[in-house]
């Protein structure tokens, strides 16, 4: 008999679990756009998004996810012919890639597969031969969410220098913006894009480019810079509707200057530790159960390349989709599924499933997935190590303090 009526607990990597206080400040009928609440409070939003993302320069708003964030990133770095150097460890590299061919920029792509990620010693190599310079920007994702891959954008950036090139660097947080820590100005990141649904609380509809100087010099001009994606006007915008290229994504702005707030109390630095903890009581949790089963294993070996927003792990097809489907329908927890997870020894995505610990994400949530799946396991009769509840608690314990 099922045991999962109550609060239902979406734990796939996006769009994330939605606060009660944000839905409530988007639970409003539609306001004036030309004056009053909404105009009024909108000009606080900027400081914060650039707060947010570690930058003292500007940030574009789009009503689109993050797909959206690519096409405005891609239509105003490049125009038609241009090329870029596309780094991926994982599927969304790959789907950047694809977005920027089909809008006709030339890619020159570097796989690091899926357990590694991005090696700035390849990325300097490819740049000095270059010799043209013809490559305009980098472009790579943070956070692979289907991989759960973090890449190092501080030694990327040194990449960059190191090989004396004027590529700029673009960078996908739309997986990791208020989850793993992130300073665009500090390393040296010109374009930065992000959406409303995973770290930052709010529903799918807000896609974010923040451009630093050089960005905003370079960028913008060429003829992929359609009137809608083209970011300076939004950036720099003399009237309300500019903001937005039309209407106002009216009760959106509602919900996320809440979801900066609650932010902006948490602090980020106590926002990436959560995150951080969160994550590692999910590996402990693998690790354990691993241990009895060499067919359970995280994704990715190596602790520095794991992301704070999500986990993915192996269990064997197809019992990771067996086990999905356990911990939804008796359980109440939905985890993500494996996402491009597919290899020639382990034939579907059947074998992967993906844990996020995004957003508004706290250590019972987190404890109380991690049971839900060992309950799911014994249920199944899937072997696996024992422990694993325990050794997530020791890591929540030793983040949480006494
Ligand atoms: C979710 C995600 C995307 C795509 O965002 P959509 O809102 O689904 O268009 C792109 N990149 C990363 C890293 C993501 O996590």
Redesign the pocket.
């Known amino acids: 008999m099922s045991l999962a009526h109550g609060r239902p607990y979406l734990a796939i ?2 769009p994330s679990v939605i606060p009660d206080r944000v839905q409530r400040a988007m639970h409003r009928g539609s306001p004036n756009i030309y004056e009053g609440p909404l105009v009024e409070m909108v000009a606080g939003l900027w400081p914060d998004l650039r707060r947010l993302a570690g930058t003292a320069h500007r940030v574009a708003c789009y009503i ?7 096409e405005a990133a891609n239509a105003n770095l490049f125009s038609r012919g241009e090329r870029a150097l596309v780094l991926a460890s994982g599927a ?1 590299g790959h ?2 890639a694809s977005h920027a061919r089909q809008m006709g920029i030339e890619v020159e792509f570097l796989d690091f597969g899926r357990a590694a990620p991005a090696d700035p010693g390849r990325v300097e190599a490819a740049l000095r031969a270059d010799r043209a310079g013809r490559i305009k920007a980098v472009l790579v ?5 289907a991989s759960s891959v973090k890449s190092d954008i501080p030694a990327l950036r040194r990449a960059i220098d190191a090989a004396g090139h004027s590529a700029l660097l673009a960078v ?5 913006m208020g989850c793993d820590e992130y300073r665009m100005d500090d390393w040296g990141v010109d374009v930065t894009v992000s ?1 409303s ?2 770290g930052l609380m709010t529903p ?1 509809g807000l ?1 974010f480019v923040w451009f630093s100087q050089k960005a905003q010099a370079r960028c913008g001009q060429g003829d992929l810079a359609s009137p809608y994606w083209r970011w300076g006007p939004r950036a720099q915008a003399e009237e309300f509707w500019q903001l937005w290229g039309g209407t106002a994504p009216t009760v959106h702005l509602f919900g996320l200057r809440e979801a900066l707030d609650m932010i902006a109390e948490e602090g980020l630095p106590a926002i990436w530790h959560r995150h951080r903890a969160l994550a590692a009581a999910v590996w402990a949790a693998f690790e354990a159960w691993g241990a009895g089963n060499p067919a359970i294993a995280l994704n990715v070996p190596h602790p520095d390349w794991r992301a704070h927003a999500v986990t993915a792990a192996r269990f064997g097809a197809p019992d990771a989709t067996r086990l999905r489907h356990w911990c939804e329908t008796r359980a109440g927890v939905t985890l993500g599924i494996g996402l491009g997870a597919a290899t020639p020894e382990d034939p579907g995505a059947d074998g992967a499933l993906r844990v996020a610990h995004m957003g508004h994400v706290n250590a019972h949530m987190t404890l109380g997935a991690l049971a839900v799946i060992e309950a799911g396991l014994t249920a199944l009769g899937l072997p696996h190590g024992p422990g694993a509840v325990e050794a997530a608690a020791r890591v929540v314990a030793g983040a949480a303090g006494g």
């Open positions: 990597p996006g689109g996810n993050g797909h959206a964030a690519w969304f789907s950047w994702t943070q956070v692979d969410t996908d947080c739309i997986a990791s959406a649904q995973k799918p896609a």
